[in-house]
């Protein structure tokens, strides 16, 4: 496979970075996962905008390469590459150059782009989403952004696969609830939307970010909460959204009790998603 690493096109058999990576030693770099194709919208813009804020949290100078037109033809000249065609997940890596221990010695940032086809429907029920017992969130400066260091859903990934849920849902050290391990986290109570506030430190999704846009464009009552678990059990409906798009569940834990499919309830949504 081909893939594009800071602006010219390598082989990805071929070794790449030095063990004196920082995001291989300390996790300092950010990504964005964007997904792409003739059937949905383009939010490519959103993702650079989230990776640039990110950087600057970080203090990294991001290259002045990254610009959504840039990122546009770059995937388009992967996928012609790779022979990919139709939807593509694409992941944009940025991160801090060599130098220094904690204490970087320098800003500038090398970055790598790669594309893959993906097979993943939009819109997809699953079945059973749990609650984490060993992982939480926190709001800080960067929780917002998508960042190489992510032990943290790597340990709510295993918690979920050993318990052989679907998804699983992450608290804020508050208790509220944050997030899931792989998306964002929303529901339906009484027809109206509810998702986890910024403050339980849940990432600022870029497809939580549309569903929100499009549910207020459509008159929808859309709230943003801090709220405690209990407030699953009892909701309508259960999705998460990422990159790939939503997924909903028709169990949350060991409930006997059927969550509805949200279908009918999004579709104002969905139809301002997907491109006709």
């Known amino acids: ?3 594009i690493f800071n602006s010219r096109i390598i082989d990805t058999s071929k070794p790449l970075i030095l063990t004196s990576n ?3 030693c300390y996790g300092d770099g950010l990504f964005e996962t964007i ?3 003739p059937d949905r919208i383009d939010l490519i813009d959103w993702h650079l905008e989230r990776l640039l804020r990110a950087s600057a949290v970080y203090g990294m100078k991001a290259p002045e390469v990254l610009t959504p037109n840039y990122v546009r033809d770059s995937i388009e000249q992967l996928c012609k590459e790779n022979a990919v065609k139709g939807t593509t997940r694409t992941k944009l890596i940025v991160w801090r150059n060599e130098g220094g221990l904690y204490a970087p010695e320098q800003n500038s940032c090398s970055f790598l782009l790669e594309c893959k086809p993906s097979h993943k429907p939009f819109f997809e029920g699953l079945g059973t989403i749990g609650l984490s017992q060993t992982i939480t969130t926190r709001h800080t400066l960067y929780s917002f952004a998508k960042r190489t260091n992510a032990i943290d859903y790597v340990l709510a990934g ?4 050993e318990n052989e ?3 699983i849902v992450l608290l804020s050290t508050e208790g509220h609830l944050a997030e899931a391990s792989m998306a964002n986290l929303f529901w339906v109570t009484n027809g109206e939307l509810f998702t986890p506030s910024l403050d339980t430190g849940c990432i600022e999704g870029i497809m ?5 846009e499009k549910a207020e464009k459509a008159d929808m009552v859309v709230n943003e909460v801090k709220a405690n678990p209990e407030v699953l059990p009892t909701a309508q409906c259960i999705f998460t959204t990422n990159a790939s798009g939503i997924r ?3 169990h949350f834990m060991n409930s006997t009790q059927r969550k509805e499919n949200p279908l009918a309830f999004l579709k104002p949504i969905l139809t301002q998603l997907l491109r006709p």
């Open 1 to 3: 496979m081909k893939a």
């Open 22 to 24: 920082r995001a291989f």
């Open 35 to 37: 997904v792409t194709g």
């Open 158 to 161: 295993k918690e979920r696969a």
């Open 165 to 167: 849920w679907d998804e």
């Open 208 to 212: 939580r970010r549309a569903v929100l």
């Open 248 to 250: 909903y569940y028709s």
